[in-house]
């Protein structure tokens, strides 16, 4: 690998590791999470719900704290990093994106699933108009073929974002089968590659490596693993792995490694690993944040949660699509109780 390249991180752990602690962040934890990474010039750290602004309901899993303010207090102690926000058209709207702007996000992660880029036009080029930078998320990219994910990102590069996004959603992604993908969008955008792995496979850092080869240079992770599912790229690892490979980041490699260990890991309810439920994610190609969820219809129906991951990978299901997972469950209950 060349070591001219210098790539971007985006820290998720207060988005995507928000699936990991039941939205339940407070004030003070986005706070002190935020100021320490923002010291540890962390370029980008991104900041809603898990599922997004306006993600909080009964169906995706209610917040404990308004994420308005959660944005607000990362923006009041962030000098260096910008703070993102996530959109998926559907869940949030417009006026969300207008909101979060106004109290300082500087950058807009609009998320379709990846056969959807289209939903994405009016979010892309409103987050434009307010100034944001603007990146383009296609989700569950493993269940498309690779000429239909370059059509797609082609799409919401004219739209007007400036990244698109590969994202393994699921953790299912092998990694030639990445190689292909960013090769592709790389020869055929003009505009920076992004991934966004799940470790659920524990293959997020081979992976995101694959990803960085092919000229992904906007990456993100997930601070001590801190994601849905099995967590994604964990960041303090990445940044000493690119550290030792000659490729630079601008993190601060002893300050990342403290804010895991002092600041991350005691909120953590467990540590992140991978377990048969988020290996079986990865394995069957299913959305990561889809975990809880399974567990809890798992016990209810009193059925095993594997059986209902590998059945919602079977039909397809997708984010958005969380009420299917109590139907699936019931479905398994009654064939079960015939047999």
Same mark, same amino acid.
């Given at each position: 690998m060349s070591n001219q390249k210098e790539i971007k991180i985006t820290e998720v752990?207060?988005?995507?590791?928000?699936? !990991?602690?039941?939205? /339940?962040?407070?004030?003070e934890q986005v706070t002190a999470?935020?100021?320490a990474l923002n010291e540890a010039r962390v370029p980008y750290i991104e900041v809603t719900h898990g599922d997004g602004l306006g993600g909080s309901s009964l169906q995706y899993g209610l917040s404990l704290t308004?994420?308005?303010? @959660? &944005?607000?207090?990362?923006?009041?102690?962030?000098?260096?990093?910008? &703070?993102?926000?996530?959109?998926? =058209?559907?869940?949030g709207t417009i006026e969300d994106l207008k909101e979060a702007a106004s109290i300082g996000a500087k950058m807009a992660r609009v998320a379709t699933h990846v056969t959807e880029a289209d939903v994405s036009k009016q979010h892309i080029e409103t987050a434009k108009e307010l100034g944001m930078?603007?990146?383009?998320?296609?989700?569950?990219?493993?269940?498309? =073929? *690779?000429?239909?994910?370059? $059509? /797609? !990102?082609?799409?919401? $590069?004219?739209?007007?974002?400036d990244t698109v996004y590969v994202v393994d959603s699921a953790g299912a992604l092998l990694p030639h089968q990445v190689t292909e993908r960013i090769k592709a969008l790389r020869q055929e955008l003009s505009i920076h590659i992004g991934f966004h792995g799940h470790n659920n496979l524990s293959l997020a850092m081979a992976n995101t @490596?694959?990803? &960085?080869?092919?000229?992904?240079?906007?990456?993100d992770g997930s601070i001590r693993c801190l994601g849905a599912g099995a967590g994604n790229?964990?960041?303090? *690892?990445?940044?000493? *792995?690119?550290?030792?490979?000659?490729? /630079?980041?601008?993190?601060?490699?002893?300050?990342?490694?403290?804010?895991?260990?002092?600041?991350?890991?005691? &909120?953590?309810?467990? =540590? /992140?690993?991978?377990?048969?439920?988020?290996?079986? @994610?990865g394995y069957a190609g299913v959305y990561s944040s889809f975990l809880l969820h399974s567990n809890r219809a798992a016990e209810k129906f009193g059925v095993d949660s594997r059986d209902i991951l590998v059945e919602l990978?079977?039909?397809?299901?997708?984010?958005?699509q969380e009420d299917m997972i109590i139907d699936v469950a019931a479905e398994l209950a009654k064939a079960k109780a015939t047999v």
């Open positions: 752990a207060l988005r995507d590791g928000s699936h !990991a602690i039941s939205h /339940q962040y407070t004030v999470i935020t100021k308004d994420e308005l303010k @959660l &944005i607000e207090s990362a923006v009041s102690v962030a000098d260096f990093s910008k &703070i993102a926000v996530l959109l998926l =058209p559907g869940i930078e603007t990146v383009g998320f296609l989700m569950m990219s493993h269940m498309a =073929p *690779v000429e239909k994910l370059v $059509e /797609q !990102a082609k799409l919401m $590069e004219n739209y007007g974002a @490596l694959a990803a &960085i080869e092919e000229g992904a240079n906007r990456i790229t964990q960041t303090e *690892v990445l940044v000493a *792995v690119l550290d030792k490979m000659g490729i /630079q980041t601008g993190v601060d490699l002893y300050k990342i490694m403290d804010i895991a260990e002092d600041i991350v890991a005691p &909120i953590l309810p467990k =540590p /992140q690993e991978i377990t048969k439920d988020s290996l079986t @994610l990978g079977r039909r397809e299901i997708v984010g958005g």
